[in-house]
């Protein structure tokens, strides 16, 4: 016992300078991301503002049983979970198209020009994306009903943006137009890191373009693109609360309203908010379900893991 | 090297120094924080007005106006409950009373504020609360008689070159209202060389309401809000008109309108902004809204397409409803500024709003300066020059120069005629409204004989005391109010579809949007019909 209590305080004064360093972090992590969790007791309560904590009314599980038996809680879930998968799936499957495409790029010039034009838009924030987007769409002169009426594929404009069917391709595509240049970066960088002398002997031993990217570039992506995978899983409950409230309007409303969107309209603009806290800790513990579950997978299918 | 980081030094005493001279310039005056509810650019700190009253009140004004949404300002002040010294937050208000936040005034009017005592004495009773007490104090208070206006609150608007085409006639139903446009937008497909639209319609947000409450003023009722009290008896019964058969007409008219090209084909996606545009390019024939909704390009109209400004009919679903849609002017007594818990010194707060409700302030906000602004006859009536009505035609220098907006605008005010009879708003002296009016607006008057639009309107209803219902607030977390909200989902979400289907699906439609309200209402109608009954016993 007191053997190891001694080796614990011997390693600790080993690695002060890393525990140093790490000691704010830790610090802001408790404040901002512990301490908080304290308002959690607010969904067994009904919460009331200006009463002290004592005075609160419990009411148990009350508000759960409320938001599960809310007559839109499993369109809310479907279009958040869907939305999100959506976008975690096309926007990784092109930002890795973009990237491995970049890199066969030989002209320098090109591929840097096309590099700076793709991840523009991510510089741009969804207020001003979303009217671009809006703007493309509209029926009023917008480019891509201009474009289809001219080339005769259809007569009248299309109303895009008052389709509830289309809501969620409209999501995906807008979010593979901001993120997708970005998102390359990342990938890109990874490319770069592999080693020459594979493509070489590649080359040697015949390999195609298309062979080389399968059997040298695919797989020395996977464990980034599963980390990302599993990091992204983790934020699919939370994910485009802006550009889904920005793009969203009524007519699409049962396609477009997402969790958090739930709860600004029927949680805190109702000042609702035990129920609003009761919706978010919902959200949180789904969330932390999926970060488990990816992680399990990816362990069995014997890759890198995060936790 | 020495010298050089004493010249430093000094150079850092010295700037000191001149802060501190330029906070005591300030040190005298007494700051009071107020959060309001309007959206206005931030306040430069010198206006005409506001320096006097500064002056004359030693008080500094540190002023947060809205940014964004209302609702979720509202949500998170009252969650973190850190509140400035007095605040007014539109139709939410009572949600601070409700938090706790706003501290009672009757007894600090008692003994304060003299003038908020005589001019507010015809509101005080509306104002107290089922608890005894005042929370707060709205603007426009009416302590005379109320004057009349230019434009009514509500109106199907139909543009001037419709009416000029058509010998100005008395329109006096939808149909007649559609037929009109539908045949002059047929002759008059385009309008500098952009499409004509015949009829759009406002679906934005909250402000939805331009569209929904359409079947309510076809039936002839003034802005009661989501359902009308019917008088029955003696006793005012509130009632639906969500699924009635006038809204069913309402929409159904819309639809065919829609389906034939007359309603513009993106009214239901465009925005606030979008819609103004529309409006302010004279492309427009028709709208219905309040008139508040569309002023601002009502003025664009005046000024560069005054042929199309667009005049408002009381229009109903059948000519033989007798229409009372011209309201009654009322006071919004459930929204008005308060002072808050957290306020340090709640006396000098009233006395500020004492001192801004005087006659003598209101007549420097509205007015201005005698002499300066307005001039003042042998019988004591208030009047403007052509040179000083051009002064205040800016908006931008009344806002920004004479500075009337930021101790005006959501601030506890007055209304309607003085005590000698002058209008406390210039535009609504008895002798400006029509007299300074545009030329294209006194042509139309003319026309149909008329000094003012209003005149088009039948009078208002008797004298109701509970009016309007909208104001009134349900409680939070009550059944009521979650139906409230879901009804209001129900609306965005089917009210589109019922408009821009085909035809032969709107019954379909019709019968699926039916059947999810009716079953969102009962509570909402129970808990109306209780607080009217408690306002009419006690207002």
């Known amino acids: 016992m007191k053997r190891s209590e001694n080796t614990f305080w011997q390693k600790l004064w080993k690695q002060k300078a890393l525990v140093l360093m790490s000691l704010p972090f830790i610090i802001y992590v408790i404040i901002f991301k512990y301490i908080p969790l304290w308002g959690w007791l607010m969904a067994f309560q009904n919460y009331w503002p200006g009463q002290s904590f004592f005075n609160q009314t419990w009411v148990g599980l009350e508000n759960f049983r409320l938001l599960l038996t809310d007559p839109i809680f499993y369109d809310v879930l479907r279009n958040t979970l869907a939305m999100s998968l959506i976008k975690l799936i096309s926007g990784m499957f092109f930002s890795i198209i973009l990237a491995l495409a970049l890199n066969e790029v030989r002209w320098t010039k090109f591929k840097k020009l096309t590099q700076t034009i793709s991840y523009l838009p991510h510089f741009i924030s969804w207020v001003v994306g979303a009217n671009l987007v809006m703007n493309a769409l509209s029926t009023d002169g917008g480019i891509i009903n201009e474009v289809l009426m001219g080339l005769n594929i259809i007569d009248s404009p299309i109303m895009f943006m008052g389709m509830p069917e289309l809501f969620w391709g409209i999501i995906g595509a807008s979010h593979v137009w901001k993120t997708v240049g970005f998102g390359a970066i990342l990938y890109l960088a990874s490319i770069v890191s592999i080693s020459p002398s594979l493509y070489e002997a590649a080359v040697i031993d015949g390999a195609s373009r298309l062979q080389r990217i399968r059997y040298i570039t695919l797989p020395a992506l996977k464990p980034v693109i599963i980390i990302l995978l599993i990091i992204n899983v983790g934020r699919l409950m939370n994910m485009g609360f802006e550009q889904i409230y920005l793009l969203s309007n009524g007519r699409v409303i049962e396609y477009s309203r997402i969790f958090r969107i739930f709860e600004l309209d029927y949680g805190l603009k109702m000042m609702r908010y035990s129920f609003a806290t009761t919706a978010g800790i919902f959200r949180s513990l789904v969330s932390v379900v999926l970060v488990f579950s990816a992680n399990k997978i990816a362990k069995m299918m014997g890759e890198e893991r995060l936790i | 090297m020495k010298k050089g980081f004493s010249i430093l030094i000094l150079m850092l005493v010295l700037s000191l120094a001149f802060t501190a001279v330029t906070a005591a310039q300030d040190e005298d005056l007494q700051e009071l924080d107020v959060f309001i509810s309007v959206a206005l650019p931030d306040y430069s700190g010198s206006s005409i007005v506001g320096d006097i009253i500064r002056e004359d009140t030693g008080i500094k004004l540190n002023r947060e106006y809205l940014v964004g949404d209302l609702e979720q300002k509202v949500g998170l002040m009252i969650a973190s409950q850190d509140y400035p010294d007095m605040l007014v937050a539109a139709h939410f208000t009572d949600k601070f009373v409700e938090a706790g ?116 003023h076809l039936m002839g009722y003034p802005n009661e809000g989501g359902f009308v009290p019917v008088k029955e008896g003696g006793e005012y019964v509130v009632r639906p008109y969500y699924g009635s058969n006038v809204e069913k007409y309402y929409y159904g008219k819309l639809n065919e309108m829609y389906n034939k090209g007359v309603m513009d084909q993106e009214a239901f996606v465009s925005n606030f902004d979008q819609y103004l545009e529309k409006l302010s390019s004279g492309r427009v024939l028709g709208t219905h809204n309040q008139y508040w909704q569309i002023q601002q390009a009502q003025e664009v109209l005046i000024d560069e397409h005054p042929d199309n400004i667009m005049i408002p009919f009381p229009v109903t679903y059948d000519p033989i409803v007798e229409e009372h849609v011209r309201e009654k002017p009322y006071v919004q007594t459930t929204q008005g500024m308060g002072i808050t818990v957290d306020a340090e010194d709640p006396v000098a707060a009233i006395k500020y709003l004492d001192y801004l409700v005087k006659e003598e302030t209101q007549h420097l906000l509205q007015w201005g300066i005698e002499g300066e602004h307005y001039q003042v006859d042998e019988d004591g009536m208030f009047y403007r020059t052509e040179e000083q009505l051009a002064m205040f035609q800016d908006p931008a220098w009344v806002r920004d120069e004479f500075g009337r ?20 708003m210039p535009i609504r002296q008895p002798s400006a409204i029509y007299a300074n009016s545009s030329d294209a607006e006194k042509e139309v008057m003319d026309a149909y004989g008329v000094k003012s639009f209003t005149g088009l309107y039948n009078k208002p209803f008797e004298d109701r005391k509970y009016f309007p219902l909208w104001t009134i607030t349900l409680p939070t977390n009550s059944e009521a109010q979650i139906e409230s909200t879901r009804m209001t989902d129900a609306l965005v979400q089917h009210i589109p579809t019922l408009v821009m289907d085909s035809t032969d699906k709107f019954e379909t439609n019709w019968d699926a949007y039916t059947e999810q309200i009716n079953g969102l209402m009962d509570a909402q109608i129970e808990e109306y019909q209780k607080q009217i009954d408690w306002r009419m016993e006690n207002w």
């Open chain 2, 405 to 424: 907006h930021y101790y005006y605008n959501a601030f506890p005010s007055l209304t309607g005629l003085d005590s000698n009879g002058n209008s406390y």
């Open chain 2, 101 to 216: 936040a706003l501290i009672p005034l009757e007894d600090l009017i008692e003994e304060h504020a003299p003038n908020i005592k005589k001019y507010y004495a015809n509101h005080l009773d509306a104002l107290t609360k089922e608890d005894g007490h005042i929370y707060y104090l709205p603007q426009l208070a009416i302590p005379f008689e109320p004057a009349e206006r230019r434009y009514p609150a509500v109106g199907f608007f139909i543009s001037k070159r419709v009416l000029e085409a058509n010998d100005y006639p008395i329109i006096k139903s939808m149909d007649q209202y559609f037929q009109l446009i539908e045949d002059y937008q047929n002759e008059n497909p385009e309008y500098n060389e952009q499409n004509t639209i015949g009829y759009t319609t406002l679906f934005d947000s909250w402000r939805r309401f331009a569209t929904t409450n359409g079947p309510m």
